[in-house]
């Protein structure tokens, strides 16, 4: 009798293992593809909404250029106008700009990787683990009142 139970308890923890391993399988299947999905609409919103931008700021750049290439009296000088003005944004943004880009691209890629939704997988492993003892402590304490 012993043995049965003993056969019985390992056959439950053995299943539960076996439970525990395919949900942990799940859980990170699932948290990949919400991973995944969420950087591929973050990339998506990013092409969309930065062609739209590079195509306004094309627009009013070559507007510029002529504005000022027709108050200065030479369309050439609006052009190399504006072509400094960008280029000493670009070297602005080589010096000071890298580390502030760097920073805010980590903290909104790690928020889309980390939600403060998801469940940690020691937190839940230690759950499962409670919950495991609390069941074979239920099943324990008939087992002692029938034999006393």
Known sequence: ????????????????????????????????????????????????????????????????????????????????LIGAFYGIILIFMFIFGRKIIERNMLHKFSGLLYDENDLDPKIAAEKELNEYQETLFEEKLPDEKISN
């Open 1 to 80: 009798m012993a043995f049965s139970s003993l056969k019985e308890s390992l056959h439950r923890v053995t299943d539960r293992i076996e439970d525990y391993s395919v949900s942990m399988a799940e859980y990170y299947k699932l948290r990949l593809f919400k991973s995944t999905m969420k950087g591929a609409i973050s990339l998506v919103n990013l092409l969309v909404y930065g062609s739209l931008s590079l195509f306004v700021m094309l627009f009013l750049s070559v507007g510029a250029a002529y504005w000022l290439g027709t108050f200065f009296e030479h369309i050439y000088v609006g052009f190399l």
